[in-house]
């Protein structure tokens, strides 16, 4: 889509014969941009390779409506930046020169208040921007006041740091002692779940340990996350397509959005207009010329968009059960070959097609590319994002204190006639974003 939307600003601007019908150029071009977040799952080489967990995520953005970019308005809340900035100059007693290069670390956080630079790397960055040089012990001092800002983990260097911040804040207690003797000294286990070498490790019993780690788990491992006025950083999705079901006739209705642009001849260009007029020769034949450039992209553009209807009618009339319905479960095995056999395009002019569009139905936006999938195996007549909702469900109604390994997840979709492998079980909850039964493991509140 951001190819043809270029050639359109470009034919725009190099052809004065030509003119969007509906307002004006600036405004109505900038309408059919697509996010950075559109650009990532375009990228995708196959729809079975988008994680799950981001087209989960855009359907929870998209809440199932169209975005409106009316509604967009400028966001004029604090950043991260000048909370913590503004909690820099009130809450600490720094010296003019020690707050600046406290100001400076702040500078080189990210987002979730972790250090992104070096303290050495900051002291150079100064010597070489502002002509500062800065003593080690100036360097230190600044940045232990940014770490004992609030939020507890603001100026972290990694997440083992972040996570000892914040108990040492906290009132010394027997759990929290050994809790800090976990993240400080055992991280590893901590991190791969291995609570029994865990407990030997500490030389605490299961009850304590149990209680320490239901404490760590109550840790914020994104800090500056938490701050008011973190500007929302959801993506939008702005559709290529309008999907209308009506229940009662269970007929599909598949359009164009807006986002289409409306191309026209301008009127002093055009043929009627002309006709009035008399002009030097010169000057009709250039006139002729654009009008006639105007005509053929016009037509053009007419043509790609007809094209990009029969594919997404086509893709809609394969996958009427789960637009109907909007249970991925429904999602019915569908490839390239598939459309090509109806439109009679070739696979490569509907992979471009397909590629970075969404499409708005009942139940939410979703990428074309998500609609597209094999079967689960050569024999079966399931898809593999069929397969991926079962293994989701599995997965999210489990007992946490006791996940299920793949075995047991491969035993139980089995059980309900799915003929598949358990490294085929692994590979698809892998690729939804879940890590092995061991780490998913969760003590209760």
Known sequence: MVQFEDEVRRELDDNPALELKN???????D?????????QLADYADADDIPYYKLEALNHEAGGTAFDPASVMPDDSDSVLDI???RLSNETELQ??????ARYIIGNLDSNGYLTRSLEDIADDMAINEGIEVSRNKLIKAFEAVRALEPAGIGAIDLRDCLLLQL???ETTPEVLTAILIIKDNFELFAKKHYDRLGNAVGTSASDLERALRLIQSLNPK???????????????IPDFILDYDAMTELFTVSLSGRQPDLGIEESFS?????GERGSSEADAFIKKKRDEATSFIKLAEMRGATLLAIAKTIVSKQSAFFASGDPAEIRPMILKDISAVTGLDISIISRAVAGKYILAPHGVYPLKYLFNERSSASSDTSSLEILEAIKKLINSEDKSSPLTDQELTEKLQASGYDIARRTVAKYRERLGYPVGRLRKQFSQ
């Open 23 to 29: 307002g004006e150029t600036d405004k109505e071009t």
């Open 31 to 39: 309408d059919f941009n697509e996010t950075p977040e559109q650009l």
């Open 84 to 86: 913590l900035l503004r």
């Open 96 to 101: 003019p020169d020690e707050l600046n290069v």
């Open 168 to 170: 040492e804040r906290l």
């Open 223 to 237: 800090p500056a996350a938490s701050l008011a006025g973190t500007p929302d950083s959801s993506p939008h999705i």
């Open 271 to 275: 043929a009627t207009h002309q006709a």
